[in-house]
């Protein structure tokens, strides 16, 4: 749920490149492999996580033969719009700011809070300086809040930089802060409300690939209908995440 504010103007809109159109039976699934447990990448250096799985599953569904590829956060939406893959499955909420440069599927993954998490109760999360990955929703909140916003490549960084005394907090997905605070034995913990942001995760596309998205889309309803996609909510987030 990851949410990405556009920065770059112009994202050579032109890349018709497009998904040989959706007529193409091999479609290639960019996700970053850094954001558990969303995707990330397992001890025999291949793509794993609740998304792998999901995705794995979509594309038996829409009888499609999918491909993985890896792919920095960062430049994750300009390299889906210049044909480097055909999705974005990355944990990437729906917004609007991405959906003038991008399409959608509907959401695969209900709207959730993101959430702060310090060393110590008590941090300042109003003028205190607070990590975010750049580029995401969350820096973007935190940069407007009054705080010191200091942003960092990959979701890693920003913790290490709470744990380093380099920040007094991190902003991100409660979801994907969860098990670092159950992990950390109570070096982290959560700190002040959760703040709802983003609009749910879906899988994101190149606006000329409708006849995929729609593919996609009829794969998703069948899971959610099934009960199959909230079977695997409640596998990589617990049994008291948001399920449909």
């Not at 990590?131 to 995401?136: D, E, I, L, P, R």
């Not at 996609?216 to 069948?222: G, R």
């Not at 996609?229 to 596998?235: C, Q």
Request: glycine share 12%; proline share 4%.
């Amino acid at each position: 749920m990851k949410t990405l504010i556009l920065t770059t103007a112009a994202l050579a809109l032109g890349a018709g490149m497009a998904l040989a159109g959706s007529h193409s039976q091999t479609v290639r699934m960019g996700t970053e492999g850094a954001y558990p447990p969303y995707n990330f990448i397992n001890d025999a250096g291949e793509i794993d996580g609740f998304e792998r799985e999901l995705g794995d599953e979509l594309c038996t569904r829409a009888e499609l033969t999918c491909e993985w590829v890896k792919n920095d956060w960062d430049s994750i939406i300009p390299n889906l719009v210049s044909g480097n893959y055909d999705t974005i499955v990355a944990g990437m909420s729906i917004t609007d700011e991405r959906d003038e440069v991008i399409d959608f599927t509907q959401d695969y993954y209900p709207p959730t809070a993101s959430a702060y998490v310090a060393a110590a109760e008590g941090a300042d999360l109003e003028g205190g300086v607070i990590a975010a990955q750049t580029g995401t929703i969350q820096a973007g909140y935190v940069a407007e809040s009054g705080a010191t916003l200091v942003e960092f490549a990959t979701p890693e960084e920003t913790v290490a930089a709470v744990r380093n005394g380099e920040a007094d907090a991190v902003f991100a997905d409660r979801d994907y802060l969860v098990p670092l605070v159950e992990e950390s034995s109570g070096e982290l913990m959560f700190v002040g409300d959760p703040v709802p942001l983003g609009g749910g995760v879906g899988m994101g596309l190149r606006e000329s690939d409708g006849e995929l998205r729609e593919k996609f889309d009829a794969a998703i309803t069948s899971m959610k209908e099934d009960g199959t996609l909230n079977e695997l909510l409640k596998k990589w987030f617990g049994d008291d995440t948001q399920t449909y």
